[in-house]
């Protein structure tokens, strides 16, 4: 469970003060799909970072599984991060001179995997998004489309228990970005991890259990579906 | 994160940008090249010294002379008191008798002998053209490479070691034709009127000939003769002179190493001069130690300015590796594993700068060490000589240098923080 309490975060000083989230609280369930919407400049972003401790705001609690992750030193963050979170960028953020192996293994050394059990999860990954073939070329030889798939494939290699994705699909056609949703959402329903997705699209956001409205760094409106 | 993963991701990214990687550490090749090389320098130096000194001296003997008139400015007094010689080689007082006799007498000293260097005539053979030559006296405790023959303990009175170039100029077939063959050598006695001169015959037999050799101190064209033969050609020669019986240097032989020592502060405290052969050596080394300190500044220079290199491409590669950084820092890599990522791509430009100019600098020299020696006219010595552990250690340092530099690059990406780094637009 996800328990984000009177998270409020102040960009800039004195008279240049902007307010990105003021007073923020809402509870996310175990294994639940949850959509953050609002306009760029929302504060939808800003959330999303400091919900996976990446960012840290001025007032409020961020409790992950009883742990107030902001009350964590840095080095205790950064390993949380690694064993239990993973991200997805609207622009990929894959290496491009890297190969595709070498890119999804990357997560995993960081997680002191041992050389092994690396390579069955690399290809365990690459093979559930269908770049298995891809191994070895590098990752700027890949399409759009395919290296969002690379990036998923960084994204579940260490079988995080939440997946943020900060819109996954819009630097993407309709039809390479209708792959995308599918891999994560089936993802997200075979092993119940909570996915968090940042968009502003209300097609994608209507297929999660929850839509969380933001404006101006204030929760507009929580909408959870009845199951 | 693990070292080896870091490691290996560190040396990837290098590869991805080859040149300037390879740019980079050219600049730390050419220090390495330069450090190498003066290194195997002064270990060749040194080595060579040693072989010089060990091939041409005694550890029991001592080279003795009359100490030098306490340092003062300008030219030094007359005094009738004072025996003293005073040419291009060689200024201040001479040993006398008196004074070999007094060496003599010291606990320890076995023998005395003061360098003879008779001036003869010329020496010659039956039916054979007249040539001028040195004449020296052959001491065992110089090692001599011999063409043919060889002498083993001492030279007899009558026997004479030539060098090569005497052999066909005296007209011997070769080397081996001269052994056992007889030589004369004709002196001049100097005190004769000239109008009635007095020259005598020294009859030699060709014991052995020694080929030139890279160790050996003396003149090269010197021939050798017994000690005794050799005061016997002097004494007929100077006789009456002047400058009969003194001598610059004389040559002590004590029973042991340990007790050369010791005749060695007798003999100062008694007012002369004296070296060992360890001093002599020290004496060289000093000279080549300065040497291969300034070929090391030069080396050191160039490091430094590769420091600077290193700092730069770094910093360049932490600003275009922004997103990157960012990336693995949101996927949870530690502050401190970012930082060693790039320390460590530093340590790779060193190594690879290290082995390169190291490599090159063993290569070369290896290449040029027998021209070097044919240049110098040493034989078959080599001077540059390359101890790996040097070399491991030329490297090992480089790495550590450039670990150094990288660490403010590193601590830039280490501090980066991942939702600037992230930010695309």
């Known amino acids: ?227 | 994160m693990k070292i080896q993963s870091i490691v290996i991701r560190a040396g990837r990214s290098l590869k991805q940008a080859k040149s300037r990687t390879i740019l980079t550490s050219l600049a730390i090749a050419v220090g390495a090249f330069t450090i190498t090389l003066s290194l195997a320098a002064g270990a060749g130096g040194r080595s060579y010294t040693d072989q010089i000194v060990s091939a041409n001296t005694d550890v029991k003997e001592l080279s003795v002379q009359k100490s030098p008139p306490k340092s003062q400015k300008g030219p030094t007094k007359y005094s009738s008191n004072i025996v003293s010689a005073s040419t291009a080689f060689f200024s201040g007082e001479l040993l006398t008798r008196t004074d070999l006799n007094e060496i003599q007498k010291i606990d320890g000293v076995v023998s005395v002998t003061p360098n003879y260097n008779p001036q003869i005539k010329y020496i010659t053979r039956a039916g054979q053209d007249k040539y001028l030559a040195s004449i020296s006296a052959f001491s065992p405790s110089v090692t001599l490479k011999y063409a043919a023959g060889s002498v083993s303990g001492n030279l007899a009175d009558n026997e004479i070691v030539l060098t090569e170039e005497y052999v066909p100029a005296l007209g011997f077939k070769n080397n081996q034709d001269a052994i056992g063959k007889n030589v004369e050598i004709i002196t001049d006695k100097l005190t004769a009127p000239i109008s009635a001169h007095q020259t005598k015959t020294f009859p030699f037999i060709v014991k052995a000939v020694s080929s030139k050799s890279g160790l050996a101190f003396r003149s090269q064209s010197s021939l050798l003769v017994s000690s005794s033969s050799a005061r016997a050609m002097y004494d007929y020669i100077n006789i009456g002179t002047q400058s009969y019986d003194d001598f610059a240097v004389a040559s002590v032989r004590t029973t042991s190493e340990q007790r050369a020592k010791e005749v060695k502060d007798v003999l100062i405290k008694k007012g002369y001069q004296a070296q060992t052969a360890a001093d002599i050596l020290g004496a060289v080394n000093t000279f080549i130690n300065v040497l291969q300190g300034i070929l090391l500044g030069f080396g050191a220079l160039a490091i430094l300015t590769s420091i600077f290199g290193i700092i730069n491409t770094q910093y360049i590669s932490v600003l275009e590796r922004t997103q990157q950084i960012g990336l693995m820092k949101a996927l949870g890599m530690r502050r401190r594993d970012v930082g060693r990522l790039f320390k460590l791509e530093a340590a790779w430009i060193g190594f690879l700068g290290g082995v390169i100019g190291s490599g090159l600098a063993v290569l070369a020299g290896t290449i040029a060490n027998p021209f070097i020696s044919k240049a110098l006219d040493i034989g078959d010595i080599r001077l540059l000589i390359f101890n790996p552990v040097s070399v491991v250690a030329v490297v090992v340092g480089l790495v550590l240098v450039s670990v150094a530099s990288g660490i403010l690059p590193a601590r830039k990406a280490a501090k980066l923080n991942p939702i600037d780094a992230l930010r695309t637009e």
């Open chain 1, 1 to 227: 469970m996800i328990e984000v309490k009177g998270v409020t975060k102040i960009y800039g000083k004195k008279d240049n003060e902007f307010k990105a989230l003021s007073d923020v609280s809402f509870t996310i369930p175990d294994g639940a799909s949850v959509a953050i919407l609002g306009k760029s400049g929302s504060g939808k972003s800003t959330l999303m970072h400091v919900m996976s401790g990446l960012d840290k705001p001025q007032t409020g609690q961020v409790i992950i599984d009883g742990n107030d992750i902001l009350r964590l030193k840095t080095k205790e963050v950064d390993k949380f991060r690694s064993r239990k979170m993973s991200f997805i960028f609207q622009s990929f953020f894959v290496q491009g001179n890297e190969s595709c192996y070498n890119n999804v293994s990357l997560p995993l050394e960081i997680a002191d995997v041992s050389i092994s059990r690396r390579r069955v999860r690399v290809e365990a990954a690459l093979k559930a998004v269908e770049l298995i073939d891809k191994k070895k070329s590098r990752a700027r030889d890949l399409s759009g489309g395919q290296k969002q798939r690379l990036a998923v494939a960084r994204a579940i290699v260490n079988s995080p228990k939440i997946l943020f994705a900060d819109e996954p699909t819009g630097n993407l056609d309709s039809v390479t970005g209708g792959v995308i949703e599918n891999l994560l959402f089936n993802y997200h329903r075979k092993f119940k991890v909570t996915l968090i997705l940042v968009t502003h699209d209300p097609e994608l956001s209507e297929r999660c259990d929850i839509q969380i409205h933001i404006k101006d760094g204030v929760i507009d409106s929580i909408k959870r579906k009845k199951k």
